[in-house]
């Protein structure tokens, strides 16, 4: 199912009003958006629209900035890649924080954020090209990884998930030990969430995954009707151009 930007269910009352009026624009609403980020870090579910609402906010008062928000978003961003979630909130960011570069190529100093947000951007980049073997041991060779999440409840869960429903798209089986890396779950784990979080089978060596309207091979025919007229004009055309 497509990720939706400006639906959540979990939204609560206050912040739909918030959204849909000029309090939005509202420098004084920053503290409210940012409870409500730290909200979804500990409910597990994740409102794009309202977290892009208080970049926005930020980028036109960076001195409102509270970087353990920003670092926030864009891991609960992750949470639902492929979604352009990440690249939409990176896009956000004031160029002060980006540590990229400006349009000029002058350097921006380097900051605590800014080698959040670097290695953040490295985690995406390897989810979005289906690199989760090396995803996870990223994720494992420096604390620092670890700190930037810690807010986020369930965090590798919510990944794991991702995956999953990116790999069910592809495939019909998979090798159980392939899977066990894109998924780092060994063993029982590795077993229990197959079955139950995804519901599918295990044999012998092999994951079986049910056929879907994505996995599923379709013979595709295409063809190209031409009429009788449409070669006669092309053969007129051809004795008299130039010689």
Request: hydrophobic share 40%; charged share 20%.
């Amino acid at each position: 199912m497509p990720y939706s930007f400006d639906k959540c269910p979990e939204r609560p009352a206050s912040i739909e009003t918030i959204l849909n009026g000029l309090d939005r624009y509202n420098p004084e609403t920053t503290t409210v958006f940012q409870e409500y980020v730290n909200q979804q870090c500990e409910e597990k579910f994740f409102d794009s629209y309202a977290c892009l609402a208080l970049l926005k906010l930020y980028q036109f008062n960076p001195h409102l900035i509270h970087p353990e928000t920003i670092t926030n978003i864009l891991v609960k961003s992750l949470t639902v890649f492929p979604s352009p979630a990440f690249s939409l909130a990176l896009a956000l960011l004031p160029p002060s924080t980006i540590p990229f570069g400006n349009a000029s190529g002058a350097a921006i100093p380097t900051t605590e954020l800014t080698e959040s947000i670097q290695k953040l951007t490295r985690l995406s980049t390897l989810l979005e090209s289906a690199q989760y073997d090396v995803f996870w041991s990223t994720l494992d060779s420096d604390d620092v990884y670890a700190d930037l999440y810690s807010d986020v409840a369930g965090f590798e869960d919510l990944i794991r998930i991702r995956i999953a429903g990116e790999v069910g798209k592809a495939f019909r089986e998979v090798d159980l030990q392939v899977l066990s890396a894109w998924l780092d779950l060994r063993g029982e784990s590795l077993s229990k969430f197959v079955q139950t979080a995804c519901g599918w089978s295990v044999s012998g060596n092999k994951v079986m995954i049910p056929s879907n309207s994505e996995n599923e091979a379709r013979a595709e025919i295409k063809g190209e009707r031409v009429g009788v007229e449409q070669f006669g004009r092309v053969f007129r055309r051809g004795m008299e151009a130039p010689a």
